[in-house]
């Protein structure tokens, strides 16, 4: 997960990440942090502790990379087909067992979501639709980009097979946005 960062103080950066999810690497603005370095980014009961040499205002990008089974806030379950889901569910303060963050309800941000799907599922995410790219073997990464800032518990992720209908768009005065309707195939007109 990438993020950018206004520091606030030349203290380290405290994200939250639920200790089932393993570390692998931490990048900051790009630059890859050497072996002996990344033993900085030890645990502490869910905390990545992210030291930099920035000053208040100044901004820093950080890159976490880590991989395991989250406990909780993304649910994987199957659906009444027999099927594999996924939802996320943060509220009101779960989205640190699965995404590196500062898990606080006053806390917002914007977000671009890339969610890489296997064949005939579909992603739907906060935001705007930006593109599908097609991967080897016939998955696709799915990609939305939310540019209004949000709490952190809002930010939602679905990935299942999906029928999707889009719905006409109203007589709006101002501004229209655009509408679908995502539904499991078994509960669609639409197939």
Same mark, same amino acid.
């Given at each position: ?6 520091? =606030?103080?030349?203290?380290?950066? +405290?994200? &939250? ?6 570390? $692998?690497?931490? =990048?900051?603005?790009? &630059?890859?942090?050497?072996? *002996? ?9 869910? =905390?990545?502790?992210?030291? +930099? ?13 880590? +991989? ?5 806030? *993304? ?6 087909? #027999? ?22 309800? *006053? ?6 979501? +890339? $969610?890489? $799907? ?27 980009? *939310?540019? &209004? ?8 992720? #679905? ?33």
């Amino acid at each position: 997960m990438q993020t950018r960062w206004r520091v =606030l103080s030349g203290e380290p950066i +405290h994200v &939250e990440l639920d200790t089932a999810l393993r570390v $692998v690497r931490v =990048l900051m603005d790009g &630059e890859a942090q050497t072996r *002996l370095t990344r033993t900085l980014y030890g645990r502490d009961q869910g =905390l990545v502790l992210i030291p +930099h040499q920035r000053h208040a205002g100044d901004t820093l990008s950080t890159a976490i990379r880590y +991989h395991g089974y989250p406990r909780d806030g *993304l649910v994987i379950t199957t659906n009444a087909q #027999g099927e594999r889901t996924m939802f996320a569910d943060n509220w009101p303060d779960r989205a640190h067992f699965w995404l590196p963050v500062q898990d606080l309800p *006053l806390d917002k941000a914007t977000a671009t979501f +890339h $969610v890489e $799907v296997p064949a005939g599922y579909r992603a739907i995410a906060n935001g705007v639709l930006q593109k599908v790219d097609t991967l080897a073997y016939g998955r696709t990464v799915w990609s939305y980009r *939310l540019a &209004e800032p949000v709490p952190v518990y809002t930010f939602v992720v #679905g990935v299942a097979r999906f029928a999707v209908t889009t719905l006409p768009d109203a007589a709006c005065a101002v501004r229209c946005v655009p509408m679908s309707v995502w539904t499991y195939p078994a509960d669609s007109a639409t197939p």
